[in-house]
C-alpha cells in the first residue's frame, strides 16, 4: 500500500502560479494528477514515468501552462502550474500507479491522495 500526501494548494489571482507536491510511502511506476471541479467528474491533469527519460503526458486544457516532475529517490511528484485560469480551479488529487502506461484513464491508477484545493479567482 502507498501513502500519498498532498501539499501546495490554494488561492491565486488569475495568472498566478501555485505548486504542488506529492510525498509517496513508496514506489510506483507512473505518478500522476487529475482534478474534480465542483459538479464536474474527475479529470486528468498530468502524469510522469518512472523511467530514466521521465516521459510525461498533459491534457490538452495544461499543456504549455503546468509542468509535471518527479524525484525518484525521494518519491515525490511536482506540478508546478503557471499563468493559472478560474476553470482551473478544483480540487487536486495526486495518483500512483503500478501500471507501466503512463496513461491518463483514473482506473489505471491504484493509489490516491486526499486531495488539495486549488482556487483561482478571475
Known amino acids: 500500500q502507498v501513502q500519498l500526501v498532498e501539499s501546495g494548494g490554494g488561492l491565486v489571482q488569475a495568472g498566478g502560479s501555485l505548486r504542488l507536491s506529492c510525498a509517496a510511502s513508496?514506489?510506483?511506476?507512473?505518478m500522476g494528477w487529475f482534478r474534480q471541479a465542483p459538479g464536474k467528474e474527475r479529470e486528468f491533469v498530468a502524469a510522469v514515468s518512472r523511467s530514466a527519460t521521465g516521459s510525461t503526458y498533459y491534457a490538452d486544457s495544461v499543456k504549455g501552462r503546468f509542468t509535471i516532475s518527479r524525484d525518484n529517490a525521494k518519491n515525490t511528484v511536482n506540478l508546478q502550474m503557471n499563468s493559472l485560469r478560474p476553470e482551473d480551479t478544483a480540487v487536486y488529487y495526486c495518483?500512483?500507479?503500478?501500471?507501466?502506461?503512463?496513461?491518463?484513464?483514473?482506473?489505471?491508477?491504484?493509489?490516491w491522495g486526499q486531495g488539495t484545493q486549488v482556487t483561482v479567482s478571475s
Open positions: 495518483a500512483a500507479g503500478r501500471t507501466s502506461r503512463l496513461t491518463n484513464r483514473a482506473e489505471w491508477y491504484d493509489y
Open positions: 513508496g514506489d510506483s511506476f507512473v
